[in-house]
Every structure is written in structure tokens, then in C-alpha cells.
């Protein structure tokens, strides 16, 4: 009985029966055409079959205008890594926690008023009044710090796995923006409810930025917008909070994803490799996406090909 | 790295990435069963501990004292710790910034071939003892003591009153031995030395300068503040 998972793995990249093994027969049986002239379809048979092709050729319409299957394919049947664990869904669970922040972020913003008088009571009237509203603002301000941990302890796995190195130093780079943004999204997301405790961290923020050398001064003026802690400070946070963080981190997951997909995951440090396999030198920075690489139809010829392993490693140590 | 070692890490990648699986379904699945527990562990977090707010913002009090989200207790501490004011500057944005510019260069400055961490001692090294750093730093600001208590050896027969000061907000202008911020107010470490009890008193009823008067302090209270203040020396 097979594996559900295998299931879904398409025909040309599963893993090829040995000649042999169950349901392969050793010789193909020869097939003589005279004993059975093919029948010509019926017209029923026809609209049905064309009823079947429908869906397959509105997708291969669309796929014309938009190129996109080599890619999608590329990328969803690209191979992980021999040894890749629990430890590298962090970073997903990091891209998780986000899109429940920004979906939440959306229905908050639907019943949020930006104002000194009003937004206490707008945060209040989604507590106590809107379907559900205390639950979606819980997950707000709880998802803030889940996501928070979840970046943090990506990057720890990315630190102590030495993923960071060549080729993937530029998305550690991105990686450590995507942190501080993180981080500049909890502080600005802190006052919105505009309680005792939002408004009064906020102005102690808002000092210790005023602190720095040279551009503290600045910062802090440019927290503040104005001489205190008020109405234009407060649509500044909000204007900061949802519009220009938020899509700033989206354009960074993206180009984050796009280096994760083009360069591939690593291997755990550890996964040990078969020298004798090491037959062909195809060193190539795109195995990932372009076709050709790394995804190719097993068949004669190919060495290792591509073939499932259907031995689980998602052990950490060597396996 | 050497471009061998970079030839060496390419190749061995290759080949690690043959034997692997494809991303989907398998890699998928196991981000599915994450991406659920995500989901699954905030709405419980929401349920149980719930959004409630606090009282509304008023900036004319002066006795609510400031705590920042847990993930900045960290820096909230090496404020704490940091006293002499030429060093304010340093913790508040010399630190952090050096440390982020130090996380983001990294493969810059790190750029041997060795990955497993067991064989780069001081990274890993470095890479613990700044998890335990910032753990410590996160837990000292969270269990620091509450804010509105004056941390110094108090006489007995003045403990009401620097109670009182640290309840009236006194410390978020003044700084006090090692407590509160140092300004804008002055100093009141040694007030006593400095000025009478007398200008004590008038100077908490009519509030100088930008200080607001605490006229409405009951006359006790006011007694107990001058009596411990005027201590200090």
C-alpha cells in the first residue's frame, strides 16, 4: 500500500518499479493491433471526452498568456535536501504567524479610528460590540509575539546551521531586515489602542530615540510629529503601521522566498554525503527553478535521476 | 572561502539535493502541520488571554509608570542598568545599533567553509551566550522590581515617604539614587543637602517651572515626602 504523500507525487517523478517487483510485469506483453481494430468513439463518447479536455485546456490557455507552469512546477516539485527536518518549517511558520497579522490587521483596521478621542472607544466597541471582534484583536496582539519568537528562532536556526554562508548571504541580509521590521511593527502597533500603557511606553520610545547621536533628535521629531504625544503622532503610527511597514515586508518576504526557492534550502550540517555517488559535477547556482535542473524524468541514463527516497531522515543527526 | 571550497559546497549541495524529496507534497506537508499549529496556538493565546485594554490613555497623569512589550524588555533593561548619563546615548542606541549592524554583516565577517556548529566554536559560542545574554536581559526587565518602589536604603521612620514619592510619580522626572529618570527635574539624591525643607514643601505645592503642582497631596503625605527628602544629604 502506498504512501498517501506518494500518491500525490505525479507518475514521471515517482520512483520507477523494478522490472521484477510487484505489478511490473518482466517483459511487456506484446500487443498484436490486427486482433483488435480500434472502434471509432461514439459522439457521446466524444462530447464526453471533450467535456473531460475542458478544464485541462482553459488551464493550458491561460498557461500560454502566462508562462508560468515550467515554474510553478519547478518550484513545488524542486527537491529538498536529503536530511531536511522540522527545524526548517520556522521560517514558514514565521510567513504563517505574518498572514494571520495581516489578515487580522485588515478586519481591526475595517472598526479602527486613528484619533485621540476616538480611538479608545473604536479598540472598546470591537471588544465588546463587533462579531468575534475580541477574539481577531486577541489573535493581533497575540500573533505579534508569536511571530516575534517564530523570526527569532529562524534566525537561530539559520545562525547555528551556518545557513547563512555562500551562496545565501545575501538573504540573511534580508532576513535581519525583515527582523527589525518585525520589531518596528510591534512598536508602532503598541500604541494604536491608545491605553495608559501604549501611550506611556510610547513616549518612552519615543525619548529613547530622541537620545541617540546626531539623528536621535530627528527621529524622535519625526516619531512624534509634534511637540507631543497626540492626534498626529498617533496617524503616524497607524500610517506607518499599516501602509508602509507592512508593504516594505511584504516586498522583503518576496524577494526572501524567491532567493529561498532559486538558491534552495540547505542540508542540515550534518547529512552526510555518499562520496562514491558523486558522479556528475553539475554544480549549478539554479538548480532550483529553471528546468532542466534538479527536476528532471528519471529514465535510462540519468544518474541518481530523480528519485524518491522513501526513507524518512527528519532525524537531526547524521542519517 | 576559497573558490574550491565554494566548488566543493556546490557540488556536495548537488548531491544531497538529488537524494532528497520533492517540496511538494512532502516539505509541504510538514509546513501545513506547522502552519496549523501557528494558527491553532495564537487563537488559543487570544482565548485564554484575551485583549483586554487598560485604562484609557491620559497624558496629565503622572503617576503611571511605563513597561514595554516583552520582546523589548531586553533593551528596557540595559537602560535600567546604564546610569551615568554620558553613557545614556550608548545603551540606548549605540548597543543596539552596533549589534544589529554586527547581525546583519555577518557572512561578511564569517565566511569560513565550515558549517556544522560543533566545529565553529566561536560562532556557536557567541551565538549562545548572546541567546543567554538576551534571555537574562528579557527576564531582569520583566521581574525588575516594580518601578513604583524606591530600590535604596530608607531609615524606617522614612519609609512612608519615599513610598509616597515612588506612588505620585515623582521618579518619572526625578532621579533618586539609582531609581527614575534623570531629568528633566533635578536630582533629588542629595536634595536634602541642597535646599531646606521648607522650599521643598513650596516647591511641590507650587510646582516650578514645568513641574506640576502636587498641591492636591494630602497634607500627611506632603509631610512624609519633605521629612524623608530633606533626609537625604
Same mark, same amino acid.
Given at each position: 500500500?502506498?504512501?498517501?504523500?506518494?500518491?500525490?507525487?505525479?507518475?514521471?517523478?515517482?520512483?520507477?518499479?523494478?522490472?521484477?517487483?510487484?505489478?511490473?510485469?518482466?517483459?511487456?506483453?506484446?500487443?498484436?493491433?490486427?486482433?483488435?481494430?480500434?472502434?471509432?468513439?461514439?459522439?457521446?463518447?466524444?462530447?464526453?471526452?471533450?467535456?473531460?479536455?475542458?478544464?485541462?485546456?482553459?488551464?493550458?490557455?491561460?498557461?500560454?498568456?502566462?508562462?508560468?507552469?515550467?515554474?510553478?512546477?519547478?518550484?513545488?516539485?524542486?527537491?529538498?535536501?536529503?536530511?531536511?527536518?522540522?527545524?526548517?518549517?520556522?521560517?514558514?511558520?514565521?510567513?504563517?504567524?505574518?498572514?494571520?497579522?495581516?489578515?487580522?490587521?485588515?478586519?481591526?483596521?475595517?472598526?479602527?479610528?486613528?484619533?485621540?478621542?476616538?480611538?479608545?472607544?473604536?479598540?472598546?466597541?470591537?471588544?465588546?460590540?463587533?462579531?468575534?471582534?475580541?477574539?481577531?484583536?486577541?489573535?493581533?496582539?497575540?500573533?505579534?509575539?508569536?511571530?516575534?519568537?517564530?523570526?527569532?528562532?529562524h534566525m537561530g536556526r539559520t545562525f547555528f546551521f551556518g545557513a547563512y554562508k555562500y551562496p545565501r548571504e545575501l538573504n540573511w541580509v534580508i532576513g535581519v531586515v525583515i527582523l527589525i521590521l518585525t520589531m518596528t511593527?510591534?512598536?508602532?502597533?503598541?500604541?494604536?489602542?491608545?491605553?495608559?500603557?501604549?501611550?506611556?511606553?510610547?513616549?518612552?520610545?519615543?525619548?529613547?530615540?530622541?537620545?541617540?547621536?546626531?539623528?536621535?533628535?530627528?527621529?524622535?521629531?519625526?516619531?512624534?510629529?509634534?511637540?507631543?504625544?497626540?492626534?498626529?503622532?498617533?496617524?503616524r503610527f497607524y500610517a506607518i503601521h499599516m501602509l508602509l511597514v507592512p508593504g516594505a515586508l511584504i516586498a522583503l518576504i518576496g524577494a526572501h522566498l524567491y532567493l529561498v526557492v532559486k538558491l534552495g534550502t540547505t542540508?542540515?550540517?550534518?547529512?552526510?554525503?555518499?562520496?562514491?555517488?558523486?558522479?556528475?559535477?553539475?554544480?549549478?547556482?539554479?538548480?532550483?527553478?529553471?528546468?532542466?535542473?534538479?527536476?528532471?524524468?528519471?529514465?535510462?541514463?540519468?544518474?541518481?535521476?530523480?528519485?524518491?527516497?522513501?526513507?524518512?531522515?527528519?532525524?537531526?543527526?547524521?542519517a | 572561502m576559497k573558490p574550491a571550497d565554494k566548488q566543493a559546497y556546490l557540488e556536495e549541495y548537488e548531491v544531497l539535493k538529488k537524494k532528497g524529496k520533492p517540496f511538494f507534497p512532502y516539505a509541504v506537508l510538514k509546513?501545513?502541520?506547522?502552519?496549523?499549529?501557528?494558527?491553532?496556538?495564537?487563537?488559543?493565546?487570544?482565548?485564554?488571554?484575551?485583549?483586554?485594554?487598560?485604562?484609557?490613555?491620559?497624558?496629565?497623569?503622572?503617576?503611571?509608570?511605563?513597561?514595554?512589550?516583552?520582546?523589548?524588555?531586553?533593551?528596557?533593561?540595559?537602560?535600567?542598568?546604564?546610569?551615568? $548619563?554620558?553613557?545614556?546615548?550608548?545603551?540606548? /542606541?549605540? @548597543?543596539?545599533?552596533?549589534? %544589529?549592524?554586527?547581525?546583519?554583516? =555577518? !557572512?561578511?565577517?564569517?565566511?569560513?567553509?565550515?558549517?556544522?556548529?560543533?566545529?565553529?566554536?566561536?560562532?556557536?559560542?557567541?551565538?549562545?551566550?548572546?541567546?543567554?545574554?538576551?534571555?537574562?536581559?528579557?527576564?531582569?526587565?520583566?521581574?525588575?522590581?516594580?518601578?513604583?518602589?524606591?530600590?535604596?536604603?530608607?531609615?524606617?521612620?522614612?519609609?512612608?515617604?519615599?513610598?509616597?514619592?515612588?506612588?505620585?510619580?515623582?521618579?518619572?522626572?526625578?532621579?533618586?539614587?539609582?531609581?527614575?529618570?534623570?531629568?528633566?527635574?533635578?536630582?533629588?539624591?542629595?536634595?536634602?543637602?541642597?535646599? $531646606?525643607?521648607?522650599?521643598?514643601?513650596?516647591? /511641590?505645592? @507650587?510646582?516650578?517651572?514645568? %513641574?506640576?503642582?502636587?498641591?492636591? =497631596? !494630602?497634607?500627611?503625605?506632603?509631610?512624609?515626602?519633605?521629612?524623608?527628602?530633606?533626609?537625604?544629604?
Open positions: 500500500m502506498p504512501k498517501f504523500s506518494d500518491l500525490l507525487v505525479p507518475a514521471p517523478l515517482r520512483k520507477t518499479p523494478k522490472p521484477g517487483e510487484a505489478g511490473v510485469p518482466n517483459q511487456p506483453a506484446p500487443q498484436d493491433l490486427k486482433t483488435d481494430p480500434p472502434r471509432r468513439p461514439t459522439d457521446h463518447e466524444r462530447l464526453g471526452q471533450q467535456a473531460l479536455e475542458a478544464p485541462t485546456e482553459g488551464l493550458a490557455w491561460v498557461d500560454q498568456r502566462l508562462a508560468a507552469s515550467g515554474f510553478l512546477t519547478g518550484m513545488l516539485y524542486r527537491k529538498v535536501p536529503k536530511g531536511t527536518n522540522w527545524f526548517y518549517t520556522l521560517g514558514s511558520a514565521a510567513l504563517f504567524a505574518f498572514i494571520v497579522q495581516a489578515v487580522t490587521g485588515v478586519f481591526l483596521a475595517m472598526f479602527y479610528t486613528p484619533s485621540t478621542t476616538q480611538a479608545y472607544t473604536s479598540i472598546a466597541h470591537i471588544n465588546n460590540d463587533v462579531f468575534l471582534g475580541q477574539l481577531v484583536h486577541g489573535m493581533h496582539k497575540w500573533g505579534a509575539s508569536v511571530m516575534v519568537i517564530l523570526v527569532f528562532l511593527m510591534a512598536f508602532t502597533g503598541y500604541l494604536l489602542p491608545f491605553d495608559q500603557r501604549s501611550y506611556w511606553a510610547s513616549i518612552v520610545g519615543i525619548n529613547i530615540n530622541g537620545t541617540g547621536p546626531i539623528v536621535g533628535p530627528y527621529l524622535s521629531d519625526f516619531l512624534r510629529a509634534g511637540p507631543e504625544l497626540g492626534a498626529t503622532t498617533l496617524s542540508a542540515p550540517p550534518w547529512t552526510k554525503v555518499d562520496k562514491p555517488r558523486v558522479a556528475e559535477p553539475t554544480a549549478n547556482l539554479d538548480a532550483g527553478v529553471s528546468s532542466g535542473n534538479g527536476y528532471r524524468p528519471g529514465g535510462a541514463g540519468t544518474i541518481a535521476g530523480v528519485q524518491l527516497e522513501t526513507t524518512d531522515n527528519d532525524g537531526m543527526g547524521p | 509546513d501545513s502541520t506547522m502552519a496549523l499549529i501557528v494558527v491553532g496556538v495564537i487563537i488559543a493565546m487570544s482565548l485564554i488571554l484575551g485583549a483586554e485594554q487598560g485604562p484609557k490613555a491620559d497624558p496629565t497623569t503622572t503617576t503611571y509608570v511605563p513597561r514595554p512589550e516583552w520582546y523589548f524588555f531586553f533593551l528596557f533593561e540595559v537602560l535600567r542598568v546604564i546610569k551615568p $548619563p554620558e553613557l545614556v546615548p550608548v545603551a540606548t /542606541i549605540g @548597543i543596539p545599533t552596533v549589534c %544589529m549592524v554586527l547581525l546583519l554583516l =555577518l !557572512p561578511f565577517y564569517d565566511r569560513g567553509p565550515e558549517r556544522r556548529p560543533e566545529r565553529r566554536p566561536l560562532a556557536t559560542t557567541a551565538g549562545i551566550l548572546t541567546i543567554l545574554a538576551m534571555g537574562y536581559l528579557t527576564y531582569a526587565g520583566a521581574t525588575s522590581g516594580s518601578p513604583t518602589e524606591v530600590d535604596m536604603k530608607v531609615a524606617p521612620e522614612y519609609k512612608p515617604g519615599a513610598e509616597v514619592i515612588a506612588s505620585s510619580g515623582c521618579l518619572a522626572c526625578h532621579k533618586l539614587g539609582e531609581n527614575g529618570n534623570n531629568g528633566p527635574g533635578p536630582e533629588l539624591t542629595h536634595i536634602g543637602a541642597r535646599i $531646606p525643607r521648607a522650599a521643598i514643601i513650596r516647591s /511641590i505645592e @507650587i510646582g516650578p517651572s514645568i %513641574m506640576p503642582s502636587f498641591r492636591e =497631596l !494630602p497634607q500627611k503625605k506632603l509631610n512624609e515626602i519633605a521629612d524623608f527628602l530633606s533626609s537625604l544629604n
